[in-house]
């Protein structure tokens, strides 16, 4: 069996491991799941990931099943890397001295493998803990042998994408100038080598195939390396750089392998090239423009002259949108006057903005084949967008400087366009652009969250609405050029926020009557409008539309959400979906008991069906939303509470227990933690569920955590006698989450939950324990995350226990621990902490060390206690009051699937208040303080202190109207 296997390096046990991994692929669902349990038990054994490579590595292994231990691997170094406790040290030390090599010469399915586990391991450790990578990736570019090149910069250019989304620091800009030290010169090397050997060989197609794919990963890697700031290497390189891509945006060739994707809408090699040299060009002229300006015109002449060569197909898509946004960033920037003359403004709006309006025949068929695609890209942007969404974005760069020229020139079009549609029927096309060109021109200002909020005074919107967009949506022939209906109903959510609230109620019935189109893409996008319209906001909390505004419609309206989810071709629409969690979210009680019902059965029989293979995983998270809103609105009354976990809870056991159903665990354990917190008590069904809770295959999961660890808090705090029969258990999670740099604070959670709820006597033998896990994890990898939760564990601890018996239990460790907690750890981060609460419960905290625990007032804990005191004030921030809050603008939108963990927002817990009984911290602070005045030693401390601190304590003396004793 798996737990006697050694990890050894030896033929019986890689044969051992391989038996297993082929096991994890059985038919048979009990031999799949307890392959991977006994999988499970070996992973944290000490060399179990070399072995892992060992196997890999052995081509006496058939390739399949070498590509099942790669892909584990892959899976186990994505999980695990950043824990402290599973993978050892050394053995991640011997993992990074064997992955580069191996990833080179195997062959190429495990190749990509490898190279996403490099990926993944750099990701955590590259530059500062793995020093080492880069010098030796640099020196396999040392050769001509370009299948050994490519695969380099593969890694190289996934490596780098990380400055991609780093903002400008010294410390980015550190780790950015130790990448160049290393990789600028060899890199530039390869780009110049490559160029010539494409002229070399411009008559071989295979081998520009190679060296083409060179140019595309060179060309990310320049983008990654110049995302951040400019680089003096590249500036002193431009003309090397620049020079080249000039000659690819430009480059002409008959080559099929150069100009063919893998379909025929996918961007072949070269198209693909192109539309990342633009990116590339379009960097330099957002950020670096002045550096750029004399390469600008030129740049410009080439992607004019590319636009005007490339054709209309779906696969040139990706380069016109790149393009496009080019000239955008060019409209909006400091060169802008390339474009002042009004001939050139026309010749832009006729010759490329309006071309890229129009509705093509692949747009026709992706609306009518591939719906969900084709909403995702135009209500989204998902991807690279559409030619359409680009076209708008540079009709909004010209018209930031030429507004008055632009909406002249395009008036004059729509008219013409208006013109077209209304002489022959079938130019319905036209009249579509016309309505697309009003949405471009007529937005001044627009949030996500609320649509249009500023218009455009020269573009007449409620006219153009009353004669143009209302007629067609109310016509009664609602099927009739869908497209054209499609855009009608976006231009109702992009002006949401500029209807009056007789237009909102004439709209709800247009939105129900397209819910029942045949069209999939209408009954998404009359979704969309309902479930925006819903969300826009007046103020925190406070939405324009609430229930009476939509009680008069809402059976209607549930009744056509729930008949739009039912599809022959779309079964799992979650724009869908978010409108019925919002609507019942809005309704709240005005949703009558026949409407909960049905809601109810339809959520049951949808979560049955996909529980075990959901295709559309933002559908499973809106039909959660749905069942989170029901339930904090039906469970007010607490005799609901039964009935909803008689339906549910078994339901939520079979997506716990049945192998491959885990998809929609995260979810399941916030609405059991959302149905016990509503209860107020751990009913009798939820105890046997918490000793499988606590196994390890449900902590494997990262995305798992969070969910899980508001379940066991939830199960702590209303049932903490059920929960000491698991407390090494559950000491045993803590222990997992705190090693991990990325889920260390959730272990504090529970840790907090612990100290509050559960007996004293039952976790007090584990104390020692506790801190030595802490105390480790803070000597191998000090963070702020981990030194902040650990400072706010501490406060709420002694908030319910009292300074004196955690002092007790931290020096129990170590004889004077303490002291070196408070000068290292808790004084030097108090001030950075931030967020209400936790300043609240480190204000509370500190204040109690100083005024309950007598040994600071002692000998060398005078210092501290001075120190302390000084953090305080600064925490304080004196006299200072809160910064007021500007005019609310809800920016963002409020109920959002996130592929890595989305939390439940109609399932949410607000966050604990530990000191709930405490009203205004600072008042507790002066009344503490007060209570010292007749001590010695506290007059003489507050008498060392620097000016502004004393200045800073009578301030908040001053709050409460109170004089300071000192």
Known sequence: EAAHLEMDNTEQNRNGVVFLLEKTLDVDNNARARAEQELLSITGKPGFAVLLLAIIQDSNITVDRRRSAATFFKNYV????????????????????????????????????????????????????????????????????????????????????????????????????TVLGVFAQPMLNVFKLTCQQIQAQAANPNALVVLFTSIRMLSGIFYSLNYVDLPEFFEDHMEDYFGGFKVFLSYETQH??????????????????????????????????????????????????????????????????????????????????????????????????????????????????????????????????????????????????????????????????????????????????????????????????????????????????????????????????????????????????????????????????????????????????????????????????????????????????????????????????????????????????????????????????????????????????????????????????????????????????????????????????????????????????????????????????????????AYITYGPTVVVPQLVAILGIFQRLVSSKRNDFLGFYLLESIVTHVDKAAFSPYLVEIFKIIFTRIQGSKTVQLIKSFIIFLCVFVGKHGVQFVAESVNKLQDGILWMVLKSLWIPNLHGISGKLEKKAAAIGSTKFLSEFPALLNGEGCQIWAELFQGLIKLFGGAEESTPTADYEDEVEDLVYNSGFSSLKYAALPQTDYFASVADEKAFFVSAIQGLASNSSVPRLVGGLAPEYQQGLRAIFGLYNQACPF
């Not at 750099?122 to 370009?146: E, H, K, M």
């Not at 400055?163 to 950015?176: T, Y």
């Not at 059965?601 to 069906?609: G, N, R, V």
């Open 256 to 713: 099929a392998v150069l100009l063919e994707g893998k379909n025929e809408t996918s961007p072949g090699l070269l198209h693909r090239i192109q539309s990342s040299i633009l990116n590339n060009v379009n960097l330099y002229v957002e950020k670096y423009e002045d550096e750029f300006k004399n390469y600008l015109p030129h740049f410009v002449q080439d992607t004019w002259n590319l636009l005007m060569k490339t054709p209309v197909d779906a696969k040139f898509d990706t380069l016109v949108t790149s393009a496009l946004q080019f000239l955008t960033t060019i409209a909006m920037g400091v060169s802008h006057d390339l474009f002042k003359d009004e001939a050139t403004l026309s010749q832009i709006c006729e010759k490329i903005i309006a071309p890229n309006l129009k509705l093509r025949k692949s747009d026709k068929e992706e609306f009518e084949d591939e719906p969900m695609a084709y909403v995702r890209k135009d209500v989204e942007g998902s991807d690279s967008g559409t030619r359409r969404r680009s076209a708008y974005g540079l009709i909004k760069g010209l018209r930031k400087n030429y507004e008055s020229i632009v909406t002249r020139i395009f008036v004059s079009y729509i008219q013409t366009l208006l013109g077209e549609s209304g002489a022959d029927a079938k130019n319905w096309a036209s009249k579509d652009s016309a309505v697309c060109l009003v949405i471009a021109l007529a937005i001044r200002k627009a949030t996500q969250a609320k649509g249009v909020t500023e218009l455009n005074d020269s573009i007449p919107v409620k006219d153009f609405y009353k004669v143009q967009v209302l007629p067609e949506l109310s016509s009664n022939d609602f099927e009739k050029h869908p497209l054209l209906k499609a855009s009608c109903l976006t231009f109702l959510n992009t002006f949401r926020s500029q209807f009056d609230a007789e237009e909102f109620k004439a709209h709800l019935p247009i939105f129900v009557k397209f819910l029942g189109a045949e069209s999939v893409v209408l009954r998404s996008y009359a979704s969309i409008c309902i479930e925006r319209v819903l969300s826009i906001q007046t103020g925190p909390g406070q939405f324009k539309w609430g229930k009476q505004h939509i009680q008069p419609y809402l059976g209607p309206l549930l009744q056509g959400l729930f008949t739009a989810m039912e599809s022959k071709t779309t079964t799992e629409n979650h724009y869908v979906m978010k409108a019925i969690a919002r609507v019942i979210a809005v309704a709240q009680e005005d949703v009558p008991a026949q409407g909960f019902l049905f809601a109810i059965q339809c959520i049951s029989e949808k979560l049955a069906k996909l529980y075990k293979n959901p295709v559309n995983p933002e559908f499973g998270h809106y039909l959660f939303e749905a069942l989170a809103a029901i339930i904090s609105t039906m469970c007010k009354d607490k005799s609901n509470i039964d009935k909803m976990e008689g339906l549910f809870l078994p339901s939520f056991q079979r997506i716990l227990t049945e192998p491959d159903s885990d998809t929609f665990s995260p979810y399941v354990f916030q609405i059991m933690a959302q149905l016990i917190e509503l209860r107020g008590s751990l009913s009798g069904a939820y105890a046997p569920l918490l000793p499988e809770l606590v196994k390890a295959r449900f902590w494997e999961e990262n995305g798992n955590h969070p969910a899980l660890v508001r379940l066991i808090q």
């Open 78 to 177: 994505r999980k695990h890397w950043d824990s402290t406790t599973t993978i050892q040290q050394e053995e991640k030390e011997r993992i990074k001295s064997i992955v580069p090599d191996l990833m080179l010469t195997v062959d190429l399915p495990l190749r990509r493998l490898m190279s996403a586990a490099l990926c993944e391991i750099s990701n955590q450790d590259f530059p500062d803990n793995w020093p080492t990578l880069l010098p030796s990736l640099v020196q396999r570019l040392q050769t001509q042998d370009y299948n050994q090149i490519n695969g380099v910069l593969k890694v190289c250019n996934s490596i780098f994408k990380r400055f991609r989304d780093q903002v400008n620091s010294n410390a980015v800009l550190a780790q950015l100038q």
